[in-house]
């Protein structure tokens, strides 16, 4: 087993592939943290160090022992009120207004396979692939008690993190601060590795040096948001690519949430992830449980190409689920960039006509079909068929479509609502707009109250009957805007609700799992504004970001394969000049950027050349061909987009039989000097054979000097090369 506790010396020890994580139970029932690094069978209790350092105060227990203070020690769960100072994983408020607790050990129970978490996604595995350690703290004066979880998937040096708040007491209190994740480093020089970004520009790559202060990311919009990604990796300062080792933290919630580093007063280091504090005054009544939201931990001593590894294997496997888990995904076509809001059934059956031409399997209808929708100021919350508009019944349309051998799909925005439509004017009081106050509007809509049950019944109810009576296979899951106005006109405590709503959102999103398995979920927040690896739980591949630019999309997508695999990565071709960017890109580079995904397009096709609508037939069969490699293959990054003047990254058959290369030159200069690409991955002392030209290359030679690029001297060429191991 992965778990085991020394009785004698009362640490834990949680063992992976390639690495170890260990704690203890000291004297007076504090759960201190000891290690977690590199795989091995010693004891690292002599890291614990005692010195009188001044202003860290010192537990009652302790005496007049000046040496031991919560302020100093390494600890698993950090809470305020036990002493310590810095910033802490815990913090509630008591039934007569006071704040802090103090927790200590109880008992624990080891057990075969991976927890599971109510009402919140949570890594899931065979009994036989991981298992579970379950410790108990209690606060004796509150009643409070926090179960941790821990869940270890050796073969993936993967160990994942929540914890339970319990109420035994009489009285209820309120949780104001709770994150299920924390490491100490008592020694160590470490980087901070965050993805900040903005609408349309997403998952941006930024290195820091963690010194005396606090580096804070993070979330008050309601939503994962497109400002800071919910993962963030602690590395050395030497630590590259291939080398070093580094430690990553991912939050499955898609809601708000902060991660902090820092270091504090005597050089340790403290990383936290957990949900955001502010707007959080979670009441839990005597027998209620709080459950707080599961981290992802890894850690790699190969450098960040392996962490990405370990994170893509588990979100992959053990965190995407159903039919679309691992499938190659349909080629589709999306409406919105060929009609925008001019929706109908004669455009639509033009563009299935072309695209199933073309090759492709599906295509969606973008916004604009339903109730009275002819641009964003009104129809949300009316989710039925906008017949007069369409021009025939929905049923109908699919039909057609469906007879052009194409598949059919949907966009939805389900927890928005437009004031201007008959949900709002029947049910005002659903969307969250606080008394007395005129709402903040973004996109000209409002957020409907999903923490309230009434609410995501009624809506879910709306997509049941559309879903019930036409062959929808695909689903785009939409969300157009941040919370801003929290307030919900059943809930006590306003403290809850922006936690509840992401649980009710959860829920909408199971049932539509359950009752509708064949349909392809793809979900979306103006692009990648709730990309996380909650909403990976419930849907497969999100869309990666509303900015289809093909340069662009490989900043975001190099940033974005840090934490999450291709197969999680929605991603098209689109027209030019582009609509977000003016930049004018050739069609195939277009297509290799778009290939670092499910793959698609976002055009009308009738404006297209009889030359590109060829290549676009080269391009899908070429992707239809490759994409069992792209989307389960191992990824490796060859370069950073942000300082070289190439991107390329490459893919690996787990035989290393096939590898697929891609790159796309940044940057051209007069009289350009070579440009080779180390490869990666390959099997050593061997030859690759290109299937373009037939040259035959050594890998050895390839992973040590790298690939020639020929240079032609045109903007943003592109490289797409396949390479299988030789026979001879």
Known sequence: MSIRFDEKSRIFHLTTQKSTYQMKVDQYGFLLHLYYGKRTEQNAEYFLQFVDRGFSGNPYDAGDDTTYSMDILPQEFPCRGNGDYRNTCFLMENADGSTGCDLRYISHEIQAGKYSLCGLPAV?????????????????????????????????DIITRSALVKNNGQES???????????DFPVGDFDIIGFYGRHMMERNFERTHVGHHAYTIGSRRGTSSHQHN?????????????????????????????????KDQINQTRMVLGLQPEQLRYPVKPGDTFVIPEVILSYSQEGFGRLSYNLHQCIRHHVCRGEYQTAVRPVLLNSWEACYFDINADNLCRLAKEAADLGMDMLVMDDGWFGKRDDDSSGLGDWYVNEEKLGMPLSELIDKVN????????????????????????????????????PVRGRNQLVLDFSRKEVVDAVYEQMRELLNHNHIEYIKWDMNRSICDVYSHTAKEQGRVLYDYVLGLYDFLERLNRDYPHILLEGCSGGGGRFDAGMLYYTPQIWCSDNTDAIDRLYIQYGTSFGYPVSAVGSHVSAVPNHQTGRVTAID?????????????????????????????????EYKKLAPLILNGRYYRLTNPFTDEVAAWQYVSEDKEEVLFNAVQLEIHGNMTPVFVRLKGLERGVFYQEEQTGVLYPSDILMEVGLPLQNEQYEYQFYQITLHKSAN
């Not at 439509?421 to 969307?431: E, G, I």
């Not at 580079?589 to 404006?607: C, H, I, N, P, Q």
Request: with cysteine; aromatic share 10%.
């Open 124 to 156: 899931y595995a065979d009994d036989r692939k991981a298992d579970t350690l379950k410790i108990v703290l209690k606060d004796k004066v509150s009643g409070a008690e926090v179960v941790l979880l821990y869940g270890v998937l050796p073969d993936l």
């Open 173 to 183: 209190f309120f949780v104001m601060k709770a994150a299920a994740a924390c490491l």
């Open 230 to 262: 919910p993962m963030m990796i602690l590395a050395d300062t030497a630590a590259t690519e291939d080398m070093g080792s580094c430690y990553a933290m991912s939050l499955l919630y898609s809601g708000g949430f902060e991660g902090t580093v820092e």
């Open 403 to 438: 007879a052009l051998g194409m598949k059919f799909g949907v966009w939805f925005e389900p927890e928005m609502v437009n004031e201007d439509s008959d949900l709002y004017r029947k049910h005002p009081d659903w969307a969250m707009v606080i008394p007395e106050r005129k």
């Open 589 to 621: 580079a277009r297509s290799v950027a778009a290939m670092s995904g499910t793959f698609g397009y976002e055009l009308d096709l009738e404006k297209l050349s009889v030359e590109e609508k060829d290549k676009i037939r080269e391009q899908i069969a």
